[in-house]
Structure formats: structure tokens, C-alpha cells
């Protein structure tokens, strides 16, 4: 748990906020540990098995992703600029300002009003 504000202050929507980061980072952790140790295993079907657990840890941070998109706004909105694009990421930003339909995320707001009632 990662709570910097009294935990009884906080919404569910920050509570589970919380815990989709906090695996996101664990995930992202564990592929970079897995990795590590595929790189460096001397055994065959060790590696092979580090290579299999990195994968799946890499999965596990794509269902976190894609629950984050659903849930805040913003994630929805940015991954929609930046994923799936073969354009020149530090221009990605200039273009999408560019476009003025959706322009940067709201600095005051997660948005995670989609949240409420779960
Ligand atoms: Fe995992």
C-alpha cells in the first residue's frame, strides 16, 4: 500500500486508483527482474522458464494498462496519442494540441468518476 493521505479521507476511486499503480509497478518490476535473470541463467530450461514468467509479467501489465484506460479519462486519452503510432514521440503532443480536440489532460482532475458505484 502506497496511501501518502489518511487512508480514511480517501475515496474507493483513490483506494483502487492506487492498487491498479501499485501492481502496474510491480508488474513492471518483475518483467525487469525476470529479464534479468533470462539474460543471465546458464541453464537451458531456466531461461527458457524466465522467458515464460517475463512474458506473463508483461501481460499482467497490459490487463493494468487497459484497466487504467477504462478508468481514467486521461490515461484513455493519452494512450489513445501515443500508443499505436509510428510518429516521432516528442511530436506526438505538438499534434495532438495541434488537433484541439482533446488537448492535454486536466491537471486538477484524475476523472475517475467512472469509478463510482463499483
Ligand atoms: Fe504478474
Redesign the pocket.
Known sequence: MSFYEPYSELSQEAKSLDSAIASLM??LE?TNWYHQRYETASDSDLKEIMLHNRD??IE?CAMLIEWLRRNVPEFDRELRAYLFTDDRLTEVEASVTAAGSSGPPARNSLGIGSLRGR
Do not use: G
Request: aromatic letters at 0%.
Open positions: 510491480e508488474e518483475a506473463e509479467e499482467h
